[in-house]
């Protein structure tokens, strides 16, 4: 595909297609994601529906990775802007040469209108003296053999530099549409035509009083120009996936792993689950897994955004791709392939690059009339021109009908939103912000309110013992150990915290006999031939405990041997980025609320610590939707921030759900937008990113409009009148090349767009 009018036919064609229940081609990627119902169509009736259009498709293969065919992709880009590149350096070498050859041509009057056309009247004024002085000969050639000798170097410049337009257009006549090649077809191919006439038929011309102008020199620049603006696009193109190729890259090419005692490297393409890897510092690690022994720390903000390195001992899991900064470990591989969460990351990626914004179809609605539009207007500019010019009106008349075919340019109108898009996603990938697609993205644009669950998303998710107060008689160490002693053969999140603190503090615990939990109220255990009960005040009270009053509010009370003993007092502390999370979102003009279903009580503690002002605390998941529900019907535009799993219900709900990711536990499918260093600055940091992507396509859409409402009349002649102004036909297809390569790097400002709060 070449422009948004190839784009436009080919999604049209996918969506009539019977069972289709959507259908996007991606002018970029140059791929089509299809969605139908399978007891109607199949994968190979819609390549075969594409096909018969007479462009090409086939199916991506089945056994590729994300990684290979990021690689493929990348191959195949690389060799169409060399190819590219190789055509436009040809033909300006060939143009170079057809404008000194054509300067005697252009000498007599057949070139009398030259002064109306700025560029003309540059090169009669000031070129043709300089060059007659420099090389006289060229001006005692017969002016008949410099025209057989344009027309043979324009026709080898047509069919081997231009060739590719040529074949587009006709395979696009052949099935009654037209795209971007038809233009440039019809203009190149009419001036061609026009200029073999008068060179092989000069006295017909004669006998009719008409110029015996020829354009080979311009046939050969606009080829060179349009083909060097395709160079442009596709290198320019490609910077759009840097994101993508920088990820690719990370995953390292063999492994070192442990097989019958003895350590060998082996290509990646042989590791399998369960084997142990030996990482050195310095490495990268081949696949995810869990480290089996041996400390680290790692690098991780490839994948995260996270700049600080994450400390790793056994028991972490690693993330495939990650580097290994200063410790060897041992690990064993849970992740590979398709699997990992690297691979993962680039299919998100690529689906997020190759999905449409719903601004696009603004694009699309132009693109699908806009090149019969070019060509009546074309038309239109020759018959005015004809009749209201009776001297050389022909020459005029055509001269204006091909600058406005080539001036025109669809692929801006195409590449303004999608370009857009691959970059801003690249972008937010850098920050660890991964978009489900452009619609995603152009919705959080809209988000005037955000809600955030408690547990995980604005505390750490992890309890904590903050305070250990022990009872008359009792010492804080004692009671910590012993709690911890009974608590170790608990599931609970509470006692897994006090476990935590007591190993800690490096305490050593005892083995618990006759251990028993009532569900909801404490455990109890025998330790040290010690009856020891943990538990709410409630179970102590149940078993005759008489719980001090000043204690009773602790979050794990503690008797031994029928006396209470103390309480220690666990809590989920607010990450430090929390409060600078809402901060962000509250200078920028949005509403920020906490949801939980703790109490009251901890609630507005957590809010008021993050500077959350409003809370709704106390409800289920069924209530979560409720609230959010609730803020829909005020017109409110919704974005909830959760973890993933246990909100999924209120993240589909929400007008944009985020999910919190941790390390190789990511939930990539979990919402709309996935946090992968669970930072709530994320939040904030995506609101910005979509703001500045939606103000770059609004630009990009609107230049790209503007250039064609504005160089269309230009070129058919409106100028004239007033100023004496004709557009040539080689400035006009400078212009064109211009516009694409313009809309390309107004989008790739966005790798350089700061999201943080100023």
């Not at 043979?152 to 587009?168: D, E, H, N, P």
């Not at 790692?298 to 390195?309: F, N, Q, V």
């Not at 290994?324 to 470990?329: E, L, S």
């Not at 009349?713 to 390569?741: K, R, T």
Request: hydrophobic residues 50%; charged residues 20%; contains cysteine.
């Amino acid at each position: 595909m070449t422009c948004a009018a190839c784009q436009s036919f080919l999604q049209k064609t996918l969506a009539e297609q019977p069972g289709v229940l959507s259908a996007t081609v991606n002018l970029l990627l140059n791929n089509a994601t299809v969605s139908f119902a399978p007891e109607t169509t199949n994968p190979a009736a819609l390549v075969d529906a594409v096909n018969e259009t007479g462009y090409e498709a086939k199916l991506p293969e089945a056994d590729l990775t994300a990684f290979a065919e990021q690689k493929q992709t990348d191959e195949d880009a690389a060799a169409e802007y060399g190819v590219l590149r190789a055509k436009a350096i040809f033909a300006f070498g060939a143009g170079a040469f057809a404008m000194l050859a054509s300067m005697p041509l252009m000498h007599g009057s057949a070139m009398a209108h030259a002064p109306s056309d700025p560029l003309l009247g540059w090169q009669m004024r000031v070129l043709d003296p300089f060059l007659e002085s420099l090389f006289p000969w060229l001006y005692r050639i017969p002016v008949e053999a410099l025209g057989f000798g344009l027309l043979a170097l324009t026709a080898i410049v047509m069919l081997w530099s231009g060739r590719r337009f040529y074949v587009k257009a006709w395979s696009a006549l052949r099935h009654r549409t037209s795209d971007m090649n038809t233009l440039i077809a019809l203009g190149t191919g009419s001036a061609f035509l026009f200029s073999a006439a008068a060179t092989l038929f000069p006295g017909y011309f004669h006998e009719r009083g008409i110029a015996l102008d020829v354009y080979y020199e311009a046939v050969i620049w606009i080829l060179a120009m349009i083909l060097t603006g395709n160079a442009l696009e596709a290198r320019a193109k490609q910077r759009t996936a840097d994101a993508l190729r920088t990820l690719v890259r990370l995953q390292p090419q063999t492994a070192r792993v442990e097989r019958a005692g003895v350590e060998t490297e082996v290509p990646i393409g042989e590791l399998r689950i369960g084997e142990v890897v030996v990482i050195r510092p310095g490495d990268r690690f081949p696949a995810d897994g869990l480290i089996l022994s041996g400390s680290t720390t790692a690098d991780e903000s490839m994948l995260t955004g996270e700049s600080m390195p994450v400390e790793k001992t056994a028991g972490d899991g690693v993330i495939g791709g990650t580097m290994n900064q200063n410790g060897a470990v041992r690990y064993r591989v849970t992740g590979l392939g398709t699997d990992s969460v690297l691979a993962g990351i680039v299919r998100l990626l690529r689906d997020a690059q190759g999905s449409r914004a719903p601004i696009q179809n603004l694009a699309d609605r132009i693109s699908a009339v806009f090149v019969p539009v070019v060509v009546a207007i074309a038309l239109s500019a020759a018959l005015i021109w004809f009749v209201a010019v009776p001297e050389n009106g022909l020459a005029r008349a055509f001269a204006a009908a091909v600058s406005v075919l080539i001036i025109a340019c669809p692929c801006a109108m195409g590449l303004a939103v999608p370009t857009a898009v691959m970059v801003a996603t690249g972008r937010g990938a850098q920050y660890g912000l991964l978009f489900k697609g452009g619609e995603a993205l152009q919705r959080l644009e809209s988000v005037d309110t955000v809600v955030f669950d408690k547990t995980g998303t604005i505390t750490a998710g992890k309890p904590m013992v903050t305070t250990v107060r022990a009872a008359s008689g009792f010492d804080e160490n004692e009671l910590l150990r012993l709690a911890a002693s009974v608590e170790r053969d608990s599931e609970h999140a509470l006692g897994a915290a006090v476990v935590r603190e007591a190993m800690a503090r490096g305490f050593t615990l005892e083995p618990a006999e006759a251990f028993v939990a009532v569900a909801g109220k404490g455990v109890t255990a025998a330790v040290e031939n010690r009856q020891v009960r943990v538990g709410n005040a409630a179970y102590l009270r149940e078993n005759s405990v008489a719980v001090a009053k000043e204690l009773e509010d602790g979050s794990l009370l503690i008797a031994v041997d029928g006396i209470f003993a103390g309480a220690v007092e666990v809590a989920d502390p607010v990450k430090a980025s929390s409060r600078e999370a809402v901060a962000e979102l509250v200078k920028r003009g949005i509403r920020v609320m906490l949801l939980t279903g703790d109490n009251e009580n901890t609630g507005q503690r957590v809010a008021a610590e993050a500077g959350i002002a409003e809370v709704v605390a106390g409800v289920l998941p069924e209530g979560k939707v409720m609230a959010i529900r609730e803020l829909q019907q005020q017109k409110r535009v919704v974005l909830m921030v959760g973890d993933g799993v246990n909100d999924a219900p209120a993240l589909a709900q929400a007008d944009i759900g985020a999910a919190m990711a941790s390390g190789s536990d990511v939930t990539l499918e979990a919402g709309d937008l996935t946090l992968m260093r669970n930072d709530a600055r994320g939040v904030s940091q995506a609101i910005a990113l979509s703001r500045a992507t939606m103000r770059v396509i609004r630009q990009n859409l609107f230049w790209a409009f503007v250039y064609n409402v504005v160089s269309i009349p230009i070129a058919a002649g409106a100028l004239y009148p007033l100023f004496g102004i004709l557009l040539s036909p080689v400035v006009a297809s400078a212009a064109m090349a211009l516009s694409s390569v313009s809309v390309v790097t107004n989008s790739l400002r966005l790798r350089g767009v700061r999201l943080e709060c100023r």
